[in-house]
DNA sequence: TGCCAGGCCCTCTTTAGGGCCTT
């Protein structure tokens, strides 16, 4: 049986909503994806020297005790980096995930040069009927394990790694779309949500013409 | 005091408003 690349799933525990703002990390976790199973994981709490407020505290479980005790952040994001190597990047709302993910390896002087794929736009897409897309909420929709604490990355990471494989799943089996690869991936979650059955049955008809092709 | 990001999506459909989603 062929083995598809392994797609890395991250999360982002957060100082606040966006580095633009001074917003720092105070925990990533990256799951590796691969035929449907986790492979690998990295999990790490990181220190930048910026202030968690309570509000997040609460809401994450993280304090600032917790990341004085942790590695400086440029050395988590390097290790992370090297974890991550070439694989394609995958979180749940990627517009949040990447923006840490590029500014907390500039700080590390690593440029950022991996593709998101982002699993809210997805879902959104191939399950309309859901009434809401939060990762807790897409989970308990299509039944899917919960994997921990809410709001600590490795859990996160992991619930968001279980939603692609359940995506890559219902492509294999309801649009007979053999190889839902990140550039398939990318591609729906860019497609009109009110075209997506016309895309998804134009993708595997040219995906059944040429197997080893996605096609465009 | 009240607001605080930004991209996407939907709607009383189009240039704007409001909600979702992430911490």
């Not at 799933?9 to 691969?34: C, K, N, S, Y």
């Not at 690998?40 to 809401?59: A, E, Y």
């Not at 009434?131 to 709001?151: E, F, Q, T």
């Amino acid at each position: 049986m062929s083995s598809t690349e392994p797609i890395a799933v991250i999360d982002f525990e957060t100082t606040g909503m966006t580095p633009a703002q001074g917003a720092r990390a105070t925990e990533v976790a990256i799951v590796l994806l691969q035929d449907g199973r986790i492979v690998d994981r990295f999990q790490s709490l990181m220190r930048t020297g910026v202030h968690i407020p309570g509000f997040i505290t609460q809401l994450t479980g993280i304090t600032n005790a917790m990341v004085a005790g942790a590695p400086p952040a440029e050395s988590v994001m390097r290790d992370a980096a090297r974890f991550v190597g070439g694989a394609q990047m995958v979180a749940h709302n990627a517009s949040f995930d990447s923006k840490f993910w590029t500014a907390e390896l500039a700080h590390a002087d690593i440029q950022a040069t991996q593709s998101f794929a982002c699993t809210v736009l997805l879902s959104r897409r191939l399950y309309p009927e859901a009434r809401s897309h939060s990762l807790g909420n897409i989970i308990d929709h299509l039944g899917l394990p919960r994997a921990g604490r809410a709001h600590r990355a490795l859990a996160d990471a992991e619930m968001a790694a279980f939603l692609l494989a359940r995506i890559q799943r219902d492509l294999r089996e309801r649009w007979r779309i053999q190889d839902a690869r990140h550039d398939l991936l990318c591609g729906l979650q860019k497609c009109a949500r009110p075209a997506v059955s016309q895309w998804l049955g134009r993708r595997a008809a040219l995906q059944a013409e040429s197997p080893s092709s996605p096609g465009r």
